[in-house]
């Protein structure tokens, strides 16, 4: 019963270091997603794949790459981190037709200092 | 391009009063309608949504929500509110036609239900 799982769930990183947060579902989903959440300011779509192999970019992808080599991963990476990427992460996903439920991921909290 | 406003950050209410809390977008195309809730420290969770037909959407926790489109609006209700309500509340859309996960999200309208 896990649904879409992330990880790590929180994470400090220093200035200009790299990391990569994990999406995994057990859903046999077509689309996943992954979002970033600020105070005041909703949800803002990242990257996004409509299916294995490929990636797209959504609203505010510079600083972020994303690869999605096997269908049920979904992976985000930051680079070189700076401190405006201080943020709750969230993947979702959902099937590649009209009407379904999107499922999200609980978060992965990271900063950067 | 979409956009979507909600017109109140937070609503404060108290316990089996009724609330509402206000969305409008705009699209210049057709679009999907969505309300999520957010717990504290947790992930999304669908309440309701709009697709088509019927313009008066139930959704889960005794919460509705009907589309107007000459008013593009589309506000959350709940005749009687209880504690476990308090969270925070997003307003979404997407576009008709294309991946439901392309959302547009509003700012959020946070909920306090008092006793």
């Known amino acids: 019963n896990a649904g879409v799982t992330q990880t790590p769930k929180f994470r400090v990183l220093k200035t200009g270091q790299s990391m990569t947060l994990l999406c995994a579902q057990d859903?046999?989903?077509?689309?996943m997603y992954w979002y970033r959440q600020d105070p005041g300011m909703g949800l803002r779509l990242i990257h996004y794949?409509?299916?294995?192999?490929?990636?797209a970019k959504g609203e505010v992808p510079d600083g972020y790459n994303v690869s999605r080599l096997k269908k049920q991963n979904f992976l985000l990476g930051l680079e070189s981190a700076a401190p405006s990427q201080t943020s709750v992460y969230f993947c979702?996903?959902?099937?590649?037709?009209?009407?379904?439920?999107?499922?999200f991921g609980e978060g992965s909290w990271l900063t950067v200092v | 391009a979409q956009s979507v406003t909600q017109l109140d950050s937070q609503v404060p209410v108290f316990e089996e009063a009724p609330v509402e809390l206000r969305c409008n977008y705009s699209?210049?195309?057709?679009?999907?309608l969505f309300w999520y809730v957010q717990y504290p420290n947790q992930g999304l969770q669908l309440l309701l949504k709009?697709?088509?037909?019927?313009?008066l959407v139930k959704g889960i926790n005794g919460f509705e929500a009907e589309f107007n489109k000459s008013q593009t609006s589309f506000h959350l209700r709940k005749p009687s509110v209880h504690i476990s309500d308090t969270a925070e509340y997003f307003c979404?859309?997407?576009?008709?036609?294309?991946?439901?996960?392309?959302?547009?999200f509003g700012k959020g309208t946070k909920l306090s239900v008092k006793p």
């Open positions: 979702a996903s959902t099937e590649n037709s009209s009407g379904n439920t999107i499922y």
């Open positions: 859903m046999n989903h077509e689309y």
């Open positions: 794949s409509v299916g294995e192999g490929t990636t």
């Open positions: 699209s210049s195309v057709s679009v999907y």
């Open positions: 709009y697709l088509s037909g019927s313009t």
């Open positions: 979404a859309v997407s576009r008709y036609g294309g991946s439901q996960g392309n959302l547009i």
